[in-house]
């Protein structure tokens, strides 16, 4: 062996202890042997899913509750952040920007399919990678339990009778309650005055201080208040009766009206250039969480409608809704584009 070849193996070797050093020191992973791209060592901390509406309504429990059985199944802990503003655009935006690392997940809402024809929001579903799809709920009518309406006969009469008075709370403008409620307006003739909040959650309050006089929302986001006698929910604008609160009519059970169902859905994903393989670590995770059964029995204790689907299945699901608002937020005359 020559001097200069003694010398280059020293210094490879010193190279090679030094670079073993720091990463013992920083906690940061080394590329997994043959794929140069350390996915092997994903999540080597913790990871942030953004909720893009506030604490308390049913996308943030839901996403807590998911996020809780899918720690089970990781070896890092999951961190919910609250990104509210826009009616759900600011959380979609900085979800569709973060980092491609995987170490940001979004929870992905149904708005992200209706803010973009509104021109509320510059993102789209193609922006993002999707990994699971693990809800799907109708939308409902609810008032106050001393509200003077106890059909939605009643209700929707009052609200033609006298347009406008009636004071609507929703999620944000453009978002998938605000279209329920415009929606009913389409196919009754009634005409109601939209309050918009920034989430389910501060609607549902904003109705129970008496705010607003009903809210469009999920069974789910009203289920406890409608139990304790504070809320009254008149009907589900869905096929069948919500396996939340089974008493209560559809709204063509009540009225004989059919009108085009509106609902929200919410899934899981990762910004568009996240890698297969660390897409597929958080697939098998937020998968396996979602057919956990303590998951699956706080869905049904909630009224939460549980469907999942993988990130094919949540891909199609996304196309068919964005494709679908683009067609009904111009016929509402919702589009501002």
């Known amino acids: 062996m020559t001097r200069r070849s003694s010398r280059c193996l020293r210094r490879a070797g010193a190279a090679a202890s030094l670079l073993l050093l720091l990463t013992a020191c920083t906690g940061e992973w080394l590329p997994a042997k043959g794929t140069g791209s350390g996915t092997e060592a994903f999540p080597r901390k913790s990871i942030t899913l953004i909720v893009p ?21 990781l070896p890092q802990p999951i961190t919910v952040v609250n990104r509210t503003g826009g009616g759900g655009s600011i959380g979609l935006m900085e979800g569709a920007g973060a980092k491609a690392d995987g170490y940001t997940v979004t929870y992905l809402v149904a708005e992200l399919t209706t803010l973009p024809h509104l021109g509320l929001l510059p993102v789209t579903y193609e922006d993002f990678k999707p990994i699971a799809q693990t809800n799907l709920d ?14 939605a006969a009643e209700f929707l009469d009052f609200a033609k009778a006298h347009p406008g008075k009636v004071k609507m709370g929703n999620a944000g403008t453009g978002s998938i309650w605000h279209l329920a409620a415009a929606t009913l307006e389409k196919g009754t003739g009634v005409k109601f005055s939209h309050i918009p909040f920034e989430g389910a959650g501060p609607a549902v309050s904003a109705l129970i201080s008496g705010f607003v006089d ?5 069974p789910a986001e009203v289920k406890t208040y409608v139990e304790q006698g504070k809320l009254r929910m008149l009907a ?21 009206l059919s009108v085009q169902f509106t609902g929200t859905w919410r899934g899981l994903a990762v910004p568009k250039d996240t890698t297969d393989e660390v897409t597929a670590v958080l697939a098998d995770a937020f ?16 009224g939460l409608g549980l469907l999942v689907r993988d990130g094919e299945g949540f891909r199609e699901q996304m196309k068919t809704s964005h494709d679908a608002f683009a067609k009904l937020i111009p016929e509402l005359g919702l589009s501002r584009r």
Request: hydrophobic share 40%; proline share 8%; no cysteine.
């Open 53 to 73: 509406y506030a604490a308390g309504g049913g996308t943030d429990l839901t996403a807590r509750a998911l996020a809780k059985a899918a720690e089970k199944h």
């Open 138 to 151: 109708p939308s409902a009518i609810t008032v106050r339990a001393e509200a003077p309406w106890t059909t």
């Open 214 to 218: 009903a809210v469009p929302v999920s």
């Open 236 to 256: 589900v604008n869905a096929e069948q009766p919500s396996g939340a609160l089974p008493g209560v009519p559809t709204l063509k059970e009540a009225t004989g």
């Open 287 to 302: 998968m396996k969480a979602a057919g956990e059964e303590e998951f699956g029995r706080y869905m049904e204790d909630n």
